[in-house]
């Protein structure tokens, strides 16, 4: 897909290497998906392709942040990226996706958890799937989801700090769709990642 090929690219600004985006992103989209039906959301496609497109801001600014790095001295060495992109560009990868997803005239539905996921409780129509997005994000990125057992991932799951939305299903759920979430991405595993 289109997609692929875009978050196949190094994001060097981001210390993101080739194919990490794309397999963070597929993860991150998978993984709401999961999250969504659990929770039985009535629009899957819609939060899957958010969840899929939330990190495409970054594509955008990649080039504009490695300059502005480069002429202040400068590089991202991990912590708060919206901070560190709004520090050093006065925006961030959040909004800029979300302005490329209205030109592009897609649905609020999608644009609305792109715009929002380093947001735990954003103030909008579409809080839950923007929740959603936030928390697989949060999980596939933070936490390692990709590089980790499924045994693993309770355990540290169960130690990670509190800044996550409280999604009461996902709680109520976590070891079921964490472990369809393992199966599925391992089923995957033949897509080409890099």
């Known amino acids: 897909s289109a997609s692929a090929g875009l978050l ?21 989209a998978l993984l709401a998906s999961i999250i969504g039906r659990y929770g039985r959301c009535p629009a899957l496609s819609s939060l899957y392709t ?33 901070q560190f992109e709004q520090t050093m560009l006065h925006t961030n990868h959040a909004k800029v996706a979300a302005l490329l997803l209205r030109r592009w005239q897609l649905p609020e539905d999608i ?8 947001e735990t409780n954003p103030k909008v129509d579409n809080a839950l799937n923007c929740q ?27 130690e990670t ?7 009461s299903y996902f709680n109520d759920n976590i070891e079921a769709i964490i472990t369809e979430f393992f199966e599925k991405f391992n089923e995957s595993s033949t897509l080409e990642f890099n």
């Open 50 to 82: 958010s969840a899929l497109l939330h990190d495409i801001g970054k594509i955008i600014l990649n080039r504009h942040l490695q300059t502005a790095c480069l002429n202040r001295g400068e590089e991202f060495k991990g912590g708060d990226i919206i």
């Open 8 to 28: 196949k690219s190094p994001q060097e600004a981001y210390n993101i290497e080739p194919g990490a985006l794309w397999r963070h992103s597929y993860a991150t």
């Open 161 to 167: 700090d509190t800044d996550v939305p409280q999604i």
């Open 111 to 118: 644009i609305a958890p792109v715009a929002h996921h380093h």
């Open 132 to 158: 959603i997005v936030y928390l697989a994000n949060y999980l596939t990125e933070s936490i390692g989801i990709q590089a980790m057992e499924p045994d693993n991932y309770f355990y540290r799951l169960k």
